[in-house]
């Protein structure tokens, strides 16, 4: 497996700034929080950025809103306030954001356009979630709607519009009927990525500011050096 470029202080894209929030494109190497490997979360890389970049002594505050699953990119949002965490905390508990994702699968869709509700549970030993039809014990509600925007030669980008944020949901509703995302092979990829990313990118996030509250629209370009999220992009 090729190693992942990851996000560093000199590398780190950020794609929107100001007093009190800042959001990164991802990169599919990147973890947003610490986790038991030990890797140097994306947190603390923007923690690093904003020190150097301001000249700011001492520890940098920053809060994390929400998470992407390592393999995926795009859009990241954390609050650089102790008055703007509590405030986005809220926007997303409340679901008063838009997140739309950006998927390259396998095989094409059922329907061209469609809306998918699923009972999720969760299996942490394996760290996978089943996507099941009627509702199980200890199950969540799932809702996302998809659409195919564009073919490509062997495989199909599909926008989604998340209305549920579960843990790997799109990954396992897509893979319920059929579509599995192009590298997954927890969910039923035939191979993996090279890199080891999969191909689900975070391609806009939409909110109101939580001290301005002015509308925000984040788009976030897709990773470089990837001839499939090229082609996606000439659409």
Known sequence: MLKKEVSTKDNLDVLYEDNHIIVVNK???DIVQGDKTGDKPLSEVVK??????????????LGVVHRLDRPTSGVVLFAKTSKALPRLNKLFKEKETQKTYWAVVQEA??????????????NPKQNKSYAHIKEVPDSKKAILNYKLIKKLDRYYLLEIDLETGRHHQIRSQL???GCVIKGDLKYGASRSNKDGSIHLHARK?????????????????????????????QL
């Open 27 to 29: 990169r599919p190497g």
């Open 48 to 61: 690093e950025y904003i020190k150097e970049k301001y000249n700011k002594p001492g520890n940098v505050y």
């Open 109 to 122: 869709p059922p329907k061209e356009a469609d809306r998918l509700v699923h009972w999720m549970k969760r």
């Open 175 to 177: 893979s319920s009927i």
């Open 205 to 233: 996030l939409e909110f109101v500011h939580p001290v301005k509250k002015s509308p925000i629209s984040i788009v976030a370009p897709v990773p470089e050096n990837d001839s499939i999220w090229k082609a996606c992009d």
